[in-house]
Nanobody, 122 residues
Framework: QVQLVESGGGLVQAGGSLRPSCAASGRTFSTFGMGWFRQAPGKEREFVAAISWNGGVTYYADSVKGRFTISRDNAKSTVFLQMNSLKPEDTAQYYC???????????????WGQGTQVTVSS
């Protein structure tokens, strides 16, 4: 089992930045690929970013490429999502998740956090 707890969301103006984090406990964090997903009201959950177990491979959704950066600190069992140049359309509940691989697909993730809200005002 892996327990995931997100923090660091909040309210920010368009053009601003946030850096949510996700702390893991339980099984060895460094063996998991990690991902961030988001879900806005009335919309499907969508992929945002993913990172391999050692940080060597990263994937991004086209909508966030060049603005968001995923990173991890295995010594602290934490994954981060640096979000810059935020837009109102980035408003959503953001979830981190753990996978036995590195994937863009939500169904490949076995463990999920409860989410942190990000709201971007125009």
């Amino acid at each position: 089992q892996v327990q995931l707890v997100e923090s660091g969301g909040g309210l920010v103006q368009a053009g601003g930045s946030l850096r949510p984090s996700c702390a893991a406990s339980g099984r060895t964090f460094s063996t998991f690929g990690m991902g961030w997903f988001r879900q806005a009201p009335g919309k499907e959950r969508e992929f945002v970013a993913a990172i391999s177990w050692n940080g060597g491979v990263t994937y991004y959704a086209d909508s966030v490429k060049g603005r968001f950066t995923i990173s991890r600190d295995n010594a602290k069992s934490t994954v981060f999502l640096q979000m810059n140049s935020l837009k109102p359309e980035d408003t959503a509940q953001y979830y981190c998740a753990a996978s036995y691989g590195t994937s863009r697909r939500a169904l490949d993730y076995s463990y999920w956090g409860q989410g942190t809200q990000v709201t971007v005002s125009s």
